[in-house]
């Protein structure tokens, strides 16, 4: 391995995360550094090994054809090595990572962290709120709830619950309404990220193509809710974004149905994965929380009864 002595380990790494990531700006948000810190050491390590890696382009940089196998190595070994780092560092059997999506994390979750504490008291909870799917290698994290359509390429995918969606807002704001209909002339508070439109629910009620007057947009689920709890519009809102505000009469789903939308809640963990008994026991927990919850909703919001 005496050959490694010859390059710089930043910049191999970064030539990998650009190869891997497709970007420099990805490569460098991934890295902590700057585009123009991943530039020049992509640079500085294509002149140590003596050959060009990537072709410049209006696209950025793109690997060369002939730099296939020297790149795919390079993902392969770093991924090695992120495993080794990782391992090391998982030194408590009794820590259960879980990689959760921010919002179902702040409006669902967080709630309800006590019971299984209270339940499972020798397990400690490390909660990691993000909704990105990043390589299966990485082994800190023991269990990632993520939504979606339940194919995610080197992972497994155990569903929860299907995801349906309905109009909810004020009960002041809903006492003006008649019918379906008469939503239209409310002002919506969009989710911009959202992996679905009011045409999904305005179809299911015969009013598809209908025009959608927009108060405001936001890039967070949960500050819609927020807005929608001021009374600001109405939103389209699934079942574990709005469960508690439902129950506690702060919002209403004044009509129906709570229409499926195509996605869901799901387990996922890396397809080679073996199995943890602090990962079931987690697993059992939430749908059994899950399920209670479901039909506390059912009760205060009739339009979510399956």
Known sequence: MKNLNQVHLNGLRAVEAVARLGSLQAAADELGVSVGAVSQQVIKTEQQLGRTLFERTSRGMVPIETAGGVLSRLVDGFRLLSGAVALAQKTDDSLLTISVAPVFAARWLVHRIAAFSALYPHIGLRIDANDRLTDASQTDVDLRIRVGRGHWPGFKSELILEQRIAPVCTPVMAASLKQPADILDLPKIIDSRAMFTWDVWLSAVGLAGAEIKARHSFSEASLCLDAAIAGQGVM???????????????????????????????????????????????????????????????????????
């Not at 505000?245 to 129906?256: E, I, K, N, R, Y």
């Not at 499926?260 to 079931?280: D, I, L, M, Q, W």
């Open 236 to 306: 389209l809102a699934w079942q574990t974004l709005a469960s508690h505000q439902l129950q506690h009469g702060q919002l209403v789903a004044p009509f129906g149905p709570a229409v499926k939308t195509g996605f869901g809640h799901y387990f996922v963990v890396p397809e080679n994965a073996k199995r943890s008994e602090k990962v079931e026991k987690f697993k059992r927990w939430l749908k059994h929380e899950l399920d209670g919850d479901m039909e506390r909703l059912a009760k205060a919001a009739p339009v979510f009864a399956s």
